[in-house]
């Protein structure tokens, strides 16, 4: 079975922290997503990644930076976090850029910025 | 641009009962179509998926057809379980990018 895995279920921090989220995948999928999720809003995809140390804007990357060093790994950053950045985030994988493939999600990590 | 529309919730139906969530969606060319569901506590996992016009993806006793004519792709069951309460998303990808654009879900409860 595809695993993706996020380093933590619940995450609290303060304000103007440096906030860094992880996920891991494990059946060598080329794509990475991060999205947030908000209630009322859906899922919004903030970044995604095609390959190691690509990345390409979503449609809300403003606060947000991406690092994708390994093709397993793909972590979030919160430069300065922001209470309007309280929300859950959910990582995602999939096989294969040129092919409508189901993308693979984690179990989120619920993100309280106080 | 693109975008999905779903109905709002939640959807309160008693067990065995016959279920419809709406979705329609506005995109330009010919879109691939999902209904993807997440389990309290879960992260979200695909249920099902139609690639064009009047194919129909089917899972678990759901069945979604797609509907170029009226951009719609309902999410039907026959017959509802506790186990089915969840929330439900549709979404779309246009041909050749692997960027979903998600409705904003559907909570379904179902009660004994």
């Known amino acids: 079975d595809v695993k993706v895995t996020q380093s933590s279920r619940y995450l609290v921090k303060r304000t103007g922290e440096k906030v860094f989220l992880e996920c891991v995948q494990d059946?060598?999928?080329?794509?990475m997503f991060w999205y947030r999720q908000d209630p009322g809003l859906g899922l919004r995809l903030i970044y995604f990644s095609y390959d190691v140390k690509m990345k390409e804007k979503g449609d809300i990357p403003e606060g947000y930076s991406v690092s994708r060093e390994k093709k397993e790994r793909f972590s979030l950053i919160l430069e300065s976090a922001s209470t309007n950045q309280t929300s859950m985030y959910l990582c995602a994988s999939s096989f294969d850029g040129a092919s409508l493939d189901e993308q693979f999600f984690g179990p989120g990590t619920r993100l309280t910025v106080l | 641009g693109n975008s999905v529309t779903q109905m709002e919730g939640p959807v309160t139906l008693s067990e065995e009962a016959f279920l419809t969530i709406n979705c329609t969606y506005t995109?330009?060319?010919?879109?691939?179509l999902f209904w993807y569901v997440q389990y309290p506590g879960e992260g979200l996992q695909l249920l099902l998926k139609?690639?064009?016009?009047?194919d129909k993806g089917s899972n678990k006793g759901f069945e979604a057809t797609y509907r170029k004519e009226t951009t719609s792709f309902h999410l039907e069951k026959g017959s509802v379980q506790v186990s089915d309460s969840a929330v439900y998303f549709c979404?779309?990808?246009?041909?050749?990018?692997?960027?979903?654009?998600f409705g904003t879900g559907t909570r379904l409860l179902v009660s004994p």
């Open positions: 059946m060598d999928h080329e794509n």
């Open positions: 139609a690639t064009k016009a009047d």
């Open positions: 995109a330009t060319g010919y879109p691939s």
């Open positions: 979404a779309l990808a246009n041909t050749g990018f692997q960027k979903l654009v």
